[in-house]
């Protein structure tokens, strides 16, 4: 099903034949949980780095919205309180380092509203402090709303927005609303469709931008590129060529972050992660994603709905499992204590328990024993005609060895003549593989024959690496997906029916996992890759997981 | 952006054979790599930089380790000197090493070429035996000449590339400049055919890129309704040797909005007028020198009518890495728009990657030879 694209706005003569990914329109950027840690961590860096580097508009601004996190938030000058809140996230994580004379033109545009989520009077004021903000910098009423609030609130957020007045209708041509929502979008299917429903009282789908930061790494964009812009890949791609596919995102964190110096815990995301697990944090949103990218069928325009169009035909093609499918197929794993970097660390249920102690609650029934899965590996099927018996093997967990994400396409071995005759040492498989991160490129792992007279076959990789040709700065997903929204390019962000279609494969593995005893969970030490029983997935098919 | 390159590792005044050129860059990266470590070879394009005089040369030569920086390439530096003819060509090679981050090295090379009077054509026969194959192939053309008066020689190295760079900055005839390039633009558009891909780049153009963007922004009838209809006068003022900057300025105004130049004239260094009819009516603009600064625009007058009202916006440079719009006769806040610092090398750098053929310039340019006709009579 493909969406209207955007309504026809207000066309400026002189940008009328310019590409309009490059050219983010004129807004007000109005961060929803301003003061949070998604605002102070990634999104306030990520907007001072576009500004450094020349692409804002010029008419722009930034107004946060919410109740304080800290004291010193609650009384005292609103503006100065997110500006210093700021130039903290920024000091600490931005790409680039924070400069005066940037940082004073950043904070010139950046205002705070004081004001309880589900406070109606909040959002009135909220609704003039935009007014004069347009007026200040000549903004036309246009909003980007982000929703970086805690998923219970979203649909509180959403209606007083709208109930105060403040979505334009999305045929509205001089000044647009649009809203990112962030994940997770639901814990199931149904409470997926609960917060699309939530969000679709006030804003259109051709105003809604679910975000997957995923999806605004270059080297997942260049997948596409590499697939459709050489020739010699695309006729390879496919269930003739190509043996299997693996992707893997492995992390070295864990859910506790401590201060190398200290020790001492300064942020646990046990919080959202416990009763979460990988499958939904990781498999749900990141992985399919990545996925739908490398199985998807040459679109015919890269306008958004048509890329969107075959990424859900990707997701609507993924075949679902049966309660044995997911007994044979899928395998969870929990870290426990072990050694990651030369480092002792905690093994997942010790945090779980920690983090309720330090914040004086009783821990849950559910998680004295947490069976949270910190480790997913499964092996999953593209039903279509180009996909059909191509395994894709997914694994992702924590406090694994090291962080590294990739793709890797394991094309199908030659023939056991000439070279390959010797099936006591067989050859090493062609294998491409896109590494995400880090150190993001692609490289080729391809035989070849050692010199000297007799004759030895020996693997050897062709490198591209990233940063060698364009440099070390490439800007962070978030700083790409801010500029598309402000654009109005949705691309690279999750429809629903891709939303939905991403649950509808995953739930028939929760279902299954809800209904078998937490027992069976599989342990692995933390620094390993995961459970034996991942790897033994992957030797009952003759395969083995790719060193990283 | 990667750090600066180090210093060469080999005397860059020895000569080396032409025939020899290729196992020299080999030895001269074996040797950084005894030195630095892993250290990798790095193409994406090959770059031929023309000088015509010693200085250019060695200005140009100045500016390779940040352009390399920016976009490894092979370069292939042409010294085409005047004077009387030398016996053929002289080569010297140069490999650098520079860091690209996550501890990697990349090495880029340098040779330069070296001729004078007639043998100076025999240059692109030595570059065709230089080129890395598979790669593309860029002109810088690094002299402050338009490239249209850049004779066989720039005609022959523009033959098979895929992008001919040049600097319109400190031209010193603009009006003529101008004109000429026009023309010349067109050939190399045309003459790009057959399946092969060629575009010429103005870096003066390059460097217009956020006013360009700031004047669409500042006009843009969604923030301010009724001002691009309302422009009754426009002025651009700009610093020494930034003319032709500020005429393609104009240019890129007059073609976007659709204004036809009536008339046009010159008093020599102070300033250029023109009158255009406008689809609403007629309006004028002057292109002011200032006596000093640096060379580039520094402030764009439009005066228009803002909320109904008579007002003007004044677009203007706020220090070295700022641009502001600042609305004149109604209420507001300056905004304002970053312009990332970027050198002469990194330009080029930025540019090399960036070989999309842009049709405002090709017809912004049109537009100015128009408006050079008016000047010249």
Not at chain 1, 170 to 197: N, W, Y
Not at chain 1, 399 to 408: G, I, N, Q, Y
Not at chain 2, 263 to 285: C, D, H, K
Request: hydrophobic letters at 40%; one cysteine or more.
């Amino acid at each position: 099903m493909a969406v209207a694209e955007h309504p026809t706005r207000l066309e400026n003569p002189i940008t009328a034949a310019m590409p309009p990914t490059l050219l983010p329109q004129p807004c007000v950027l109005v961060i929803l949980g301003g003061d949070g840690d998604l605002a102070w961590r990634k999104l306030l860096p990520a907007v001072y780095n576009l500004n450094v580097d020349g692409v804002l508009p010029s008419h722009f601004a930034v107004v946060c919205f919410g109740l304080p996190s800290t004291k010193e938030g609650e009384s005292g000058d609103a503006d100065e309180y997110i500006r210093s809140r700021a130039r903290d996230g920024i000091s600490r994580f931005s790409r680039q380092i924070l400069e005066e004379n940037h940082w004073n033109d950043f904070a010139r545009g950046l205002f705070f509203v004081r004001g309880s989520f589900n406070d109606a009077r909040a959002y009135g004021q909220l609704k003039a402090k935009l007014i004069e903000v347009d007026h200040q910098f000549g903004i036309p009423g246009s909003r980007v709303y982000y929703l970086a609030v805690p998923p219970p609130l979203v649909e509180t957020c959403v209606v007083h927005v709208r109930d105060a007045g403040m979505v334009a209708d999305p045929e509205e041509h001089v000044a647009f609303t649009r809203v990112v929502v962030e994940k997770p979008i639901g814990k199931d299917l149904d409470s997926a469709r609960d917060v699309i429903r939530v969000v679709a009282q006030a804003f259109a789908e051709n105003q809604t931008y679910r975000i997957d930061h995923y999806l605004g790494k270059e080297t997942v964009q260049n997948v596409l590129v590499m697939r459709f812009a050489n020739s010699i890949f695309e006729p390879l791609w496919n269930q003739k060529y190509i043996d299997h596919v693996q992707i893997t995102v492995s992390e070295e964190e864990g859910l506790v972050h401590a201060d190398p110096a200290t020790g001492e815990v300064v942020a646990s995301r046990v919080g959202y992660y416990e009763g979460v697990g990988a499958l939904r944090d990781m498999v749900q949103n990141h992985m399919l994603q990545v996925l739908c990218m490398v199985a998807l069928e040459p679109p015919y325009s890269l306008t958004p709905d048509v890329v969107r169009d075959a990424k859900s035909s990707v997701l609507n093609c993924l075949r679902l499992m049966s309660p044995d499918d997911v007994k044979r197929d899928v395998v969870r794993g929990q870290y426990i204590e072990g050694d990651v970097n030369g480092q002792l660390v905690a093994g997942y249920r010790y945090e779980v328990r920690e983090f309720f102690k330090s914040r004086k609650q009783p821990i849950p029934p559910k998680s004295v024993n947490s069976t949270t899965e910190t480790f997913v590996a499964l092996k999953l099927y593209v039903d279509n005609w180009r996909w059909s018996g191509v395994p894709f093997y997914l694994r992702t967990g924590k406090r694994l060895p090291k962080r590294a994400s990739e793709v890797a396409i394991q094309f199908k071995d030659v023939p056991p003549v000439l070279f390959n005759a010797h099936p006591d040492v067989p050859l090493e498989p062609t294998v491409l593989s896109l590494r995400i991160q880090p150190e993001e490129g692609l490289s080729m792992r391809i035989a070849s024959k050692l010199p000297g007279p007799k004759l030895r076959i020996y693997p050897v990789k062709m490198e591209f690496n990233y940063s060698s040709s364009f440099g070390d700065q490439t800007p962070e997903a978030y700083e790409r997906l801010i500029l598309d929204v402000m654009a109005g390019d949705a691309t690279l962000f999750m429809r629903r029916d891709a939303v939905e279609a991403a649950w509808r494969f995953c739930m028939p593995i929760l279902e299954a996992w809800e209904r078998m005893p937490a027992l069976n969970l599989p342990e692995y030490q933390a620094g390993t890759w995961g459970p034996i029983e991942s790897d033994r997935l992957m030797e009952s098919d003759g395969r083995t997981w790719r060193n990283l | 952006v990667t750090s600066a390159a180090k210093a060469p590792v080999a005397d860059e005044q020895a000569p080396v054979p032409l025939d020899e050129v290729e196992k020299e860059l080999s030895r001269q990266l074996r040797l950084l790599q005894k030195k630095d470590g892993l250290v990798h070879r790095v193409r994406m394009s090959n770059l031929i930089v023309v000088a015509r005089t010693r200085e250019e040369a060695n200005r140009a030569a100045g500016d390779v380790p940040g352009i390399v920086a920016v976009h490894p390439a092979r370069v292939l530096l042409l010294v085409a000197l005047p004077g009387a003819d030398t016996s053929g060509v002289t080569s010297y090679v140069r490999v650098r090493g520079h860091e690209t981050g996550h501890d990697r090295q990349a090495c880029t090379e340098q040779v330069t070429l070296e001729a004078a009077g007639a043998s100076t054509l025999r240059l692109p026969f030595a570059v065709r035996s230089l080129l890395v194959g598979d790669l593309p192939t860029n002109v810088w053309w690094a002299t402050n000449q338009p490239p249209a008066m850049g004779g066989p020689l720039l005609a022959e190295l523009s033959e098979r590339v895929q992008q001919i760079i040049y600097d319109s900055i400190g031209w010193l005839e603009p009006a003529r400049g101008v004109a000429a390039t026009a023309v010349w633009l067109t050939h190399i558009d045309r003459d790009g055919g057959a399946g092969r891909w060629r575009v010429a780049s103005d870096l003066n153009w390059r460097r217009l890129k956020y006013w360009r963007r700031l004047v669409a922004q500042a006009l843009d009838p969604a923030s301010a309704p009724g001002a691009i209809e309302s422009i009754r006068e426009v002025v651009v003022e700009h610093g020494p040797h930034a003319v032709v900057q500020a005429w393609e300025l104009v240019s890129f105004l007059a073609q976007r909005l659709g204004w036809q130049v009536l008339t046009g004239r010159v008093q020599p260094n102070v300033e250029i007028a023109w009158r255009f009819m406008a689809p609403s009516g007629e309006l004028r603009v002057r292109i002011r020198r200032l006596e000093q600064g640096p060379p580039e625009i520094r402030r764009l007058r439009i005066e228009c009518a803002l909320q109904g009202q008579p007002a003007a916006l004044e677009l203007l440079a706020q220090g070295p890495n700022r641009l502001a719009t600042v609305p004149q006769g109604v209420g507001g806040a300056p905004r304002t728009m970053t312009v990332p610092p970027s050198t002469l090398a990194e330009l080029i750098g930025r540019q090399l990657s960036d070989r999309e053929r842009d049709p405002v310039f090709t017809e912004s340019m049109s537009v100015a030879q128009s408006l050079a006709r008016s000047v010249l009579g």
